[in-house]
C-alpha cells in the first residue's frame, strides 16, 4: 500500500520495518560483537581467570539482550505483542489529542 491512500499509520510501520532491517555488515550490532570478541581475547591472554570473568559477563549481557529482543519482537505478529501494545496506545493518543485541537479550533471560530 503505496501512494496517496497510504495512511501515516503504515507510513510509520513501513519506515521502522525498514530501519529494524538492516543487515550484513552495516548493522551496529556487528560492530559491537567483534569489539566484545576482541576484548575478550585479549583479557583472556592476560588472564584465564579474567577471561572467564569477562566470558560471563559477555553471555550474561547477550543473554538480556535476546531476553528484550524477544520482548519487544515486532516479527512475531502476536495481537498481545508489546511493541505492537506500545504503538497501538501511542496512536490513539495522537488521534485523541488532535481531534481534541480541532474541536478547540472549531469551538474558537
Known sequence: MSGLFETRRHQRAR??????KR???????W???A???????????????????TGSAICGVVVIALAVRLWLDSERGLPGAER???IDRFE???HARRTAKEREEVLRR
Open 15 to 20: 519506515i521502522a520495518a525498514s530501519l529494524d
Open 23 to 29: 543487515e550484513g555488515w552495516t548493522s551496529p550490532k
Open 31 to 33: 560492530t559491537v560483537f
Open 35 to 53: 569489539a566484545s570478541v576482541v576484548g575478550f581475547v585479549i583479557i583472556a591472554n592476560f588472564s584465564t581467570i579474567f577471561g572467564i570473568v
Open 84 to 86: 505492537t501494545a506500545l
Open 92 to 94: 490513539r493518543t495522537a
